[in-house]
Antibody, heavy 119, light 109 residues
């Protein structure tokens, strides 16, 4: 069974930083491409970045709203993917989900970790 | 950038009825890159359909996806009470990589 468990969320002031973690099990993590998706309270889904597996270069991609502020990394020895968020803004307040990437879809999802950015 | 517009915003139907959810893209898209998700209250989204018409693991055959060009459809036949949820379409493009529609809320009376 695929299991994704996010952690690291919390309350942070605008301009602050936070690092989220996603621990994965139930599949061959080293081969997986992984994404993060967020959902602001009462709103829809927004993709915030992806990391490929190392065999495919380990490269990352981000949408414009977070590019330059968010960084995704992975530790294959720990089956964990990270989301480093810097210079946080109030509009980054959301539930952050870790997902596996299928071909062109987001196949499995964790339960999310909540990030609140407020002064 | 492709924009996905879902309609209707809210759909209220009875058990046993058929639901038709629409997702319109701002330009023609490859159906291979379209997916649908179900999100129940308090839960994470779940992949229902990928490649526009292939059901994900464990998804009952009451759920089907179709469409081409700019018009995609998710159909749920024989609605059951547990189908109450918000449904999102998603497109895999270049920038941003994954784009979502704003969602359709399905209520089962």
């Amino acid at each position: 069974e695929v299991l994704l468990v996010e952690s690291g969320g919390g309350l942070v002031k605008p301009g602050g930083s936070l690092r989220l973690s996603c621990s994965a099990s139930g599949f061959t993590f080293i081969n997986a491409w992984m994404s993060w998706v967020r959902q602001a309270p009462g709103k829809g889904l927004e993709w915030v970045g992806r990391i490929k597996n190392k065999a495919d270069g380990g490269t990352t991609d981000y949408p414009a709203p977070v590019k330059g502020r968010f960084t995704i990394s992975r530790d294959d020895s720990k089956n964990t993917v990270y989301l480093q968020m810097n210079n946080l803004k109030t509009e980054d307040t959301a539930l952050y989900y870790c997902t596996t990437c299928g071909g062109y879809d987001l196949r499995y999802w964790g339960q999310g970790t909540l990030v609140a950015v407020s002064s | 950038e492709i924009v996905l517009t879902q309609s209707p915003g809210t759909l209220s139907l009875s058990p046993g009825e058929r639901a038709t959810l629409s997702c319109r893209a701002s330009q023609g898209v490859s159906s291979s890159y379209v997916a649908w998700y179900q999100q129940k209250p308090g839960q994470a989204p779940r992949l229902l359909i990928y490649g526009a018409s292939s059901r994900a693991t464990g998804i009952p055959d009451r759920f089907s996806g179709s469409g081409s060009g700019a018009d995609l459809t998710l159909t749920i036949s024989r609605l059951e009470p547990e189908d109450s949820a918000v449904y999102y379409c998603q497109y895999y493009g270049s920038s941003p990589m994954y784009t979502f529609g704003q969602g359709t809320k399905l209520e089962i009376k």
